[in-house]
Every structure is written in C-alpha cells, then in structure tokens.
C-alpha cells in the first residue's frame, strides 16, 4: 500500500484530473479472505452459477448504481448470493472497472471456495453460497508511517473527532457514504472517508462503523494513515486527498 498510496499522491497533487482516468484504468487490489471451510469442486452446477453471477456484475456498474445485490441459482446447495459495492465517490466508468477486475480476480484469489470477499481501493466484491448475515467479519488494515511522538495524542483526538463525524454523515447519508476532512496543522490536513452496503438498516450501518472505528487504536496506533476493512463497511483515513472531492453521489456538501 504505501507505493501505491504515494504514487497516488504525487498524481494528485499535481494532476487531478489525471487521477480520475488512473482510478478507471488501473483498480487497485487492497486485500481479499476466502473461507477456506466452504469449498466445492470443478464443472459443478455451483461453479456455474458462481461464473454467471461474477460475469453479470460488471454490467450492473455500469448504469451508475454504486451497490448492486443478487442471487443466480434456485436453491441450496447451488444457489450463489453476491454483491459489490463502489466507492461512494467513484464514477459509473471506474466503478465498472473496477467490479469486473475484482470479479476476475476474486477467483484467482479464491479458487474454489464457496464464499469470498475481495476489497480493491474503489469497489468491493463478495458471494458465498449463504446468506451474507452469517459471513464472520474479517479485517485488513494498511499502515503507513507514524506521526511524530510529540504529536501523538492530538492527533487520536483529531482522529477520533473526524472519524465520528464522517460516521454521522455517512448515517445521515441516502447512499451511505461520507467523506471528511479537518485540518490538523496549517498546513496539513486529515482526510476520512466512511461508507456503508446501502442496504444496511442505519443502525446495522452504526454498529459496522463503530467497530471499524474500534478497530483503529489497536491495528494503526498513531498511524499517518490507515483502511479498515469490513464486509458491510469500511473506513480510511490518509494525510492527503484520497477521495473525488466532487462525488457524483447526492452526498456532496461533505466539506463543512
Ligand atoms: C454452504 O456450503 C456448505 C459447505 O458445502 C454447506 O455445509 C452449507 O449447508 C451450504 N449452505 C447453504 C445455505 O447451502
Ligand atoms: C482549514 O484551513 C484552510 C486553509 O488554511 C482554511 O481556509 C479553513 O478555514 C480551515 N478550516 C478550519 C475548519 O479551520
């Protein structure tokens, strides 16, 4: 993460437009959790279904929906659930982009397990032969560098304080999605982006996002910068503009 995060910041720094045709072109892979428990075998009618439901996602993004959620097959054992969820920032174009690399490579990553998630920096993919309620949470997490010492405890404050508002927001939200940011010194500013599934009820959306926030003191303790990956939820925090400033999403007025 932190070359790419990098690469990332120096292209929009100087770029921004660039960056919006680098997001559409080149989806960036963050971290994936097959479970290893579940698995079937080759040239099943499972298989298949699977197959048809990674294929048939990429052309739902396309419409500019941001989360898309279906089932191919008619029953247990061999109906597949699955859905995707897009960056609430992400154009219908990069969005579809996205889905369909994740779709691909969500069976490279998982071969022949019957239920997998796969997050890349703009989208989300997942199935499993279940519901998606029984799927345990798994997290993942990127760390970059740490703040200075002496700037340690204001910055948890500062942290805190942003990560709980981007948190109201993203409830408050149609579309479950918020970006925030607050400035940390004059000349540095920290930038939050929280999003929900659309279809959580808000208060399965709060207690998702309450648990990823949770989950920062003890994976990223005065990280410059870090993602919490959940299956209903995730948060990221950076030092630099991560985010499309202009969403294309109703969610606009996030910059107080
Ligand atoms: C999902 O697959 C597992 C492993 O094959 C099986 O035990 C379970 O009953 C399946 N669940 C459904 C709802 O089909
Ligand atoms: C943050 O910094 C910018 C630029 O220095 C300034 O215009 C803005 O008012 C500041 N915002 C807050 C909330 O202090």
């Given at each position: 993460?932190?070359?790419?995060?990098?690469?990332?910041?120096?292209?929009?720094?100087?770029?921004?437009?660039?960056?919006?045709?680098?997001?559409?072109?080149?989806?960036?892979?963050?971290?994936?959790?097959?479970?290893?428990?579940?698995?079937?075998?080759?040239?099943?009618?499972?298989?298949?279904?699977?197959?048809?439901?990674?294929?048939?996602l990429p052309s739902k993004a396309s419409g500019g929906s941001?989360?898309?959620?279906?089932?191919?097959?008619?029953?247990?054992?061999?109906?597949?659930?699955?859905?995707?969820?897009?960056?609430?920032?992400?154009?219908?174009?990069?969005?579809?982009?996205?889905?369909?690399?994740?779709?691909?490579?969500?069976?490279?990553?998982?071969?022949?397990?019957?239920?997998?998630?796969?997050?890349?920096?703009?989208?989300?993919?997942?199935?499993?032969?279940?519901?998606?309620?029984?799927?345990?949470?798994?997290?993942?997490?990127?760390?970059?560098?740490?703040?200075?010492?002496?700037?340690?405890?204001?910055?948890?404050?500062?942290?805190?304080?942003?990560?709980?508002?981007?948190?109201?927001?993203?409830?408050?939200?149609?579309?479950?999605?918020?970006?925030?940011?607050?400035?940390?010194?004059?000349?540095?500013?920290?930038?939050?982006?929280?999003?929900?599934?659309?279809?959580l009820t808000v208060s399965d959306c709060n207690t998702c996002?309450?648990?990823?926030?949770?989950?920062?003191?003890?994976?990223?303790?005065?990280?410059?910068?870090?993602?919490?990956?959940?299956?209903?939820?995730?948060?990221?925090?950076?030092?630099?503009?991560?985010?499309?400033?202009?969403?294309?999403?109703?969610?606009?007025?996030?910059?107080?």
């Open positions: 993460m932190p070359s790419s995060n990098s690469k990332y910041f120096v292209v929009f720094s100087f770029f921004s437009f660039f960056l919006i045709c680098l997001t559409q072109a080149d989806p960036i892979y963050s971290s994936h959790a097959c479970t290893d428990s579940l698995t079937y075998k080759p040239k099943t009618t499972f298989e298949t279904n699977l197959n048809l439901l990674l294929s048939s941001h989360f898309y959620r279906t089932r191919t097959g008619d029953a247990a054992p061999d109906a597949v659930n699955g859905l995707f969820l897009c960056r609430g920032d992400t154009l219908a174009a990069a969005c579809r982009e996205c889905v369909s690399a994740a779709a691909g490579e969500i069976k490279r990553r998982c071969p022949d397990q019957k239920e997998a998630i796969i997050w890349y920096d703009t989208c989300m993919v997942r199935y499993s032969n279940q519901s998606f309620n029984k799927i345990v949470p798994s997290t993942d997490l990127s760390n970059t560098e740490d703040v200075a010492p002496e700037d340690k405890e204001r910055f948890n404050e500062v942290l805190s304080g942003m990560l709980n508002s981007a948190a109201a927001k993203v409830l408050k939200s149609q579309n479950k999605f918020a970006t925030e940011q607050v400035n940390f010194t004059t000349t540095e500013t920290l930038y939050g982006l929280e999003q929900c599934t659309p279809d996002l309450r648990s990823a926030i949770a989950a920062v003191p003890n994976c990223c303790d005065g990280k410059r910068g870090s993602t919490v990956l959940l299956p209903a939820c995730n948060i990221r925090y950076e030092f630099y503009p991560f985010f499309s400033s202009t969403p294309p999403a109703p969610v606009s007025h996030s910059h107080p």
